[in-house]
C-alpha cells in the first residue's frame, strides 16, 4: 500500500502540469440509480418526463456528473498525492447536460499552487476542470481548491534538496 | 402524483424566504461507502489512517455532505418547486469536516430570484445554503443556481394575476 511518504508533496507538483481524466460512459440504470439516492427530480427519474423537459431526455444529475469527475480525478491524480482534504470549490457550471450513453471525459489543470504563509506545512493548490462529452462538446467546468503537504515545511522552494 | 402545474413557479416564490432543511446523522458505513464510489482517499476509507489525517477522525467526503445537501433540498423545497435544472454553484466551502455520527443540518435561502429577460418562460433562482452540524457549527455553505419555471410568460410581475 501506498504510505503518504511516496505520494507527491508540494515541491513534486507544478503550476501549469495538465492532467488527462479518465472517461466513463453513464448508463440509464446509473442515472436513475442516483437520482434515486441524491436528487429525486421527475426529469432523472423517468425517461418519458425527461424528454419533455429542458434537457430534451434522460440526463445526469449535474451532481452525479460532478461525483463522476471527482472519482476520475481521485483515479489519475488525488490518490496520489499528499492530500490534506479539499477546501471548496467556485465557479461550477453545468454547460450542457450529460445524456444517457453519453460519455464523460476532461482535463484538469494545476492551475496555482502557494505556500501557506501561516502554516509552512501546507500549501493550497487550485484545480481547474474542463470536462467534455465524446463530442468535444463543454459539459461542466469548476475549480477546486486543495490543501495538499509539504514534504519540508522547514525549506523554502529553491533552496535545494 | 404532483404534476408540473401544481408545482411553486416564479410567481409563487420570494426573494429573501428561508427553508428549514431536515437532518440526516451519518453513519461509519456510509462514509466508508460513499468514498469507495467516489472518493477513496485513505483517510476516508479507514479509521485509523483518519485519526492521524488533519481531519483527526473518520469524515465525510465534502462532496458527500454536498450530496447530502441536495437531497434535503430537494425534499424540502426543490421537490415542490416547477425546477427547469441547475445552472452551478459557486463559493462552495467546507468550513469544518462531518465526522462519523455527526447530524447534518441547515438553513437556505432565496438570495434572489429574477426573470430571464431573453426567456421570458424562464428565472434564475439563486439559493444560499448554510449547513451545520449538531453543535451548530458550521460545517459548508455554498450558493446554487437554478432555473425555475415562469407560470405566465406572457405576464410581468406584478400586472395581475
Redesign the interface.
Given at each position: 500500500m501506498m504510505t503518504q511518504k511516496d505520494r507527491l508533496h508540494f515541491e513534486d507538483l507544478e503550476e501549469g502540469t495538465k492532467i488527462q481524466l479518465g472517461s466513463h460512459t453513464i448508463t440509464k440504470d446509473e442515472i436513475i440509480e442516483f437520482a434515486k439516492?441524491?436528487?429525486?427530480?421527475p426529469?432523472h427519474l423517468d425517461e418519458e418526463v425527461a424528454k419533455k423537459?429542458?434537457?430534451g431526455g434522460l440526463a445526469s444529475s449535474?451532481?452525479q456528473t460532478?461525483?463522476?469527475t471527482?472519482?476520475m480525478l481521485?483515479n489519475e491524480f488525488?490518490?496520489k498525492i499528499a492530500?490534506?482534504?479539499?477546501?471548496?470549490?467556485?465557479?461550477?457550471?453545468?454547460k450542457k447536460?450529460l445524456m444517457k450513453g453519453d460519455t464523460l471525459t476532461g482535463t484538469v489543470t494545476i492551475a496555482s499552487l502557494r505556500r501557506s504563509q501561516s502554516h509552512p506545512e501546507k500549501a493550497v493548490m487550485v484545480l481547474d476542470f474542463d470536462m467534455r462529452n465524446q463530442k468535444n462538446q463543454q459539459i461542466m467546468t469548476?475549480s477546486l481548491a486543495n490543501?495538499v503537504a509539504v514534504r519540508h515545511p522547514e525549506q523554502t522552494k529553491g533552496e535545494g534538496a
Open positions: 439516492e441524491f436528487d429525486p427530480l426529469f423537459s429542458l434537457l449535474g451532481w460532478a461525483g463522476l471527482l472519482r481521485v488525488l490518490g492530500s490534506m482534504g479539499g477546501l471548496g470549490f467556485e465557479n461550477l457550471k453545468w447536460p469548476m490543501l
